[in-house]
């Protein structure tokens, strides 16, 4: 399982030591990518080699300028692998979605051909905006939609009648949209996986097998699913 694994330290208190642990240990588990913030990047570059490194992008809140989003963009595809985008959550609410995929499709865009999630931060979204945004991001040529950063607000979840962590309920329905509107979409599951079981539940409610080219899982406690 931890081949699916997306080992993330982002909390904002680390330490370079911790975080330089942290690539040594993604190395010895053998997960599929170790993320972190931006400012570690170069640090963390020459300590992986079987495993990808992976570089949020204007995490957590998705708030920059489109134009400064697309030049971090480039600027970490120059030493990462894959890059964990976040969806402009505050366009994503305000229904400007003209401009939401003018933003991705520009992200994504300067890249450079890298694996790109996009976060859209599902515990912040009603139906019928994460289903736009959905289309949105197969539009944009990301390769696939990650479900939370893991930093969402619970009351503002719990007023829409979202959980803030991961279910398989969330996974399966995100996977059934993919599957109905033939995307070529992947499903990264991210947010309160912390156990071998919930990780088990959540790639068989996905269904798309246990390629990591399709389904990963975010969690900072790689070793729980080892």
Request: aromatic residues 8%; positive net charge.
């Amino acid at each position: 399982m931890l081949h699916l694994v997306d080992f993330a330290l982002l909390k904002p208190y680390l330490t370079v030591e911790e975080i330089v642990e942290g690539a040594r240990k993604a190395e010895r588990l053998g997960v599929a990518a170790y993320c972190v913030n931006p400012v570690y990047a170069a640090v963390v570059r020459p300590l992986l080699g079987r495993v990808k490194l992976c570089v949020v992008v204007d995490f957590p809140f998705g708030a920059l300028p489109t134009a400064a989003r697309a030049s971090l963009a480039s600027k970490l595809a120059e030493v990462a692998e894959e890059l964990d985008v976040v969806a402009p959550i505050g366009l994503v609410k305000s229904r400007r979605w003209a401009d939401v995929r003018r933003d991705l499709i520009s992200v994504v865009g300067a890249s450079g051909g890298r694996v790109v999630k996009i976060i859209v931060e599902e515990p912040y979204l009603t139906d019928e905006e994460r289903y736009r945004l959905y289309d949105i991001v197969a539009e944009s040529g990301a390769h696939f939609i990650k479900s939370s950063t893991g930093f969402a607000e619970e009351a503002y979840a719990s007023r829409l009648g979202n959980p803030v962590h991961s279910t398989p309920e969330r996974a399966a329905a995100i996977a059934k949209y993919i599957r109905e509107r033939g995307y070529k979409l992947g499903v990264k599951m991210a947010g309160g996986i912390r156990t071998k079981e919930q990780a088990r539940a959540i790639i068989e409610a996905v269904g798309f097998g246990e390629d990591p080219a399709r389904v990963r899982l975010g969690t900072s406690t790689p070793e729980a699913l080892a």
